[in-house]
Nanobody, 123 residues
Framework: QVQLVESGGGLVQAGDSLRLSCAAS????????VGWFRQAPGKKREFVAA??????VYADSVKGRFTISTDSAKNTVYLQMNSLKPEDTAVYFC??????????????????WGQGTQVTVSS
């Protein structure tokens, strides 16, 4: 079992930055992949970024603006978001997968989810 708690969301203006945190507890020693996803009202949950074994992957819409990183000592994963745009407005979720999977960019690949944190970007 893994428990995840996100924080760091808020209301910002276009062009601003935010850093989201995802604190993990439980079986953190056996995490295979960590992902960030987001869901805007009326839309499906979409992939943002993922980390697995030191490698990272990003959605095209955030590449060059967002950075996923991990701090193993703190069992925390971060999502640094720069140059935010109004279309980045959504609830952001972190997710963890303990078992090896082929694809880490889809919500269905993840077992454990946080409660989400709201990010609102005004124009």
């Amino acid at each position: 079992q893994v428990q995840l708690v996100e924080s760091g969301g808020g209301l910002v203006q276009a062009g601003d930055s935010l850093r989201l945190s995802c604190a993990a507890s439980g079986r953190t020693f056996s995490i295979y992949a960590v992902g960030w996803f987001r869901q805007a009202p009326g839309k499906k949950r979409e992939f943002v970024a993922a980390w697995s074994g030191g490698s990272t992957v990003y959605a095209d819409s955030v590449k060059g603006r967002f950075t996923i990183s991990t701090d193993s000592a703190k069992n925390t994963v971060y999502l640094q978001m720069n140059s935010l745009k109004p279309e980045d407005t959504a609830v952001y979720f972190c997710a963890v997968q303990l078992k090896p999977v082929v694809i880490i960019t889809t919500p269905g690949s993840y077992e454990y989810w946080g409660q989400g944190t709201q990010v609102t970007v005004s124009s």
